[in-house]
């Protein structure tokens, strides 16, 4: 066969597409845009054989596998919305030494220690850059870039609906459930909205985001993740006041012998922060590296275009050979379940008496309450693992919990006893 040459190109490289929603639209559209790029989408796996489809009906098919059993198909993508079935069809993919591309943070974050391993025992590749903050390049430069250089912190703002949410309550002083309404109606909120007011979508990718940043393969479960559902404009007017604005913020910091804390709540941002001005559905991720300094990004993370611009980059990297170093992950991919503990200084707004003794609130430096005031607050210290512990009930309770900022280590003396009446999770 003759080499590729200007007068003679390379045949494109034959995609395999599963899932055909917002990100499969999103990349279908830019590669037909992008003829040069070199891909086409030459076959296309989605669910629902009566769905209306912008695209002629013979170009869909409804069994996912037979895209697996392809030989011809160079690269597989895998963006459907559900997690054990892409789970599924990627460990299957991996099985069989082939090189896909996933967004699904959820099926990553949860089963990361099962894909790395089934990459190195059958040789295929799995890239997923679209699954941590959509357009923003950060899995690959955490990865490849930062490979050797030890990381002081990576944070961010990993969720552009809940920032949305609080972008518009301070900007139009509404309450929680008018901005929710305005961002779904906008298309920047789920319907359902729990994964990202919750914030169980920004742990997802906390958790990858460490693997390649602290070499740390985390349970999702023992990530500390608080959200939004409780906050109110009283909790935004608190920030402004102070000048700082409440973001959703996630926290990855290794640890000198090892290890990392790693959570996300909502916090106080200070006007000098690069976060600050990340606003509405935008992402921002820092990374703070021992040598390089600060970088920071601001980018889009999410939407088609955005996503599958994600993709795109993957795949053009899986045509080149690249795959994930995992430089700093030990040859053992084991799952970890230990987050080490920390204080955290927290602002706790409508905490019931009981939650907070059982929390164990100490060396409280600001408090507001009076009787017959539904504006009740405390700031201080309280420790990460407690915090895990009532999660649920801080979320069933009303309470609203933010991070000033401020940590510092365990102090040593044993965490408060459960409160006979209150349920830990
Ligand atoms: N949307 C974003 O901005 C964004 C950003 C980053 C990451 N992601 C991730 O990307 C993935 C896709 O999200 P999306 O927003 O594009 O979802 P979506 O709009 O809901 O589309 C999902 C697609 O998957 C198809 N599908 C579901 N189950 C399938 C199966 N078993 N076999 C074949 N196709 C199947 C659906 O088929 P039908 O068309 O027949 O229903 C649909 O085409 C998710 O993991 C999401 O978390 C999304």
Redesign the pocket.
């Known amino acids: 066969m003759s080499k590729p040459s200007p007068t003679n190109p390379a045949p494109p490289t034959r995609i395999g597409l599963?899932?055909?929603?917002?990100?499969?639209q999103g990349l279908y559209d830019i590669l037909q845009r992008h003829p040069e790029a070199g891909f086409t989408v030459a076959r296309i796996?989605?669910?629902?054989p009566t769905?209306l489809r912008p695209l002629p009906a013979g170009r869909f098919e409804?069994h996912?596998d037979d895209l697996l059993d392809d030989p011809t198909l160079d690269l597989l993508v895998e963006?459907?919305?559900?997690?054990d079935?892409?789970f599924r069809l990627v460990s299957r993919a991996l099985r069989q030494g082939r090189r896909v591309v996933t967004?699904?943070?959820?099926?990553v974050a949860r089963h990361l220690p099962e894909l790395i391993a089934l990459q190195r025992e059958f040789g295929g590749t799995l890239l997923y850059e679209?699954?941590v903050c959509?357009s923003i390049p950060v899995v690959r430069t955490l990865d490849s870039y930062f490979a050797q250089e030890p990381l002081l912190q990576v944070s961010g703002i990993f969720n552009g609906s809940s920032n949305y949410v609080l972008t518009r309550m301070r900007e139009a002083d509404s309450d929680y459930a008018e901005a929710l309404a305005e961002a779904q109606a906008q298309g920047f909120a789920e319907t359902d909205p729990t994964l990202d007011m919750a914030a169980f979508d920004p742990r997802s990718k906390a958790v990858i985001l460490a693997a390649h940043a602290c070499g740390l393969l985390l349970d999702p479960d023992a990530v500390l993740n608080l959200g939004i559902e409780n906050v109110s404009a009283a909790d935004i007017r608190y920030a402004a006041e102070r000048g700082k604005k409440l973001k959703v913020v996630a926290i990855l910091q290794p640890l000198p012998g090892g290890g990392a804390t790693v959570y996300v709540t909502p916090q106080f941002v200070d006007a000098d922060s690069p976060l600050y001005a990340v606003e509405r559905e935008f992402n921002g991720v820092v990374v703070d590296a021992e040598f390089a300094g600060q970088h920071f990004w601001r980018g889009r993370?999410?939407?088609?275009h955005p996503?599958g611009s994600a993709v795109l980059a993957d795949l053009v990297a899986l045509r080149h050979g690249f795959r994930y170093a995992y430089a700093k992950l030990p040859a053992e991919t084991a799952l970890t379940a230990e987050v080490p503990d920390l204080e955290l200084e927290v602002y706790l707004r409508s905490a019931p008496a009981e939650l907070r003794r059982a929390l164990g609130l100490t060396d409280v430096s600001e408090q507001l309450s009076a009787p017959g005031f539904t504006y009740d607050y405390a700031v201080g210290y309280v420790r990460l693992s407690q915090l895990h512990r009532y999660r649920d009930a801080l979320r069933a309770g009303g309470t609203f919990v933010a991070r000033t900022g401020r940590v510092r280590p365990v102090v040593a003396q044993p965490a408060p006893q459960l409160e006979t009446a209150l349920a830990a999770d």
Request: contains cysteine; aromatic residues 6%; hydrophobic residues 50%.
């Open positions: 599963i899932g055909f929603g917002c990100v499969g796996a989605v669910k629902n769905k409804f996912a963006v459907i919305d559900d997690a079935e892409a967004a699904n943070k959820a099926m679209a699954a959509g993370g999410a939407g088609g996503t």
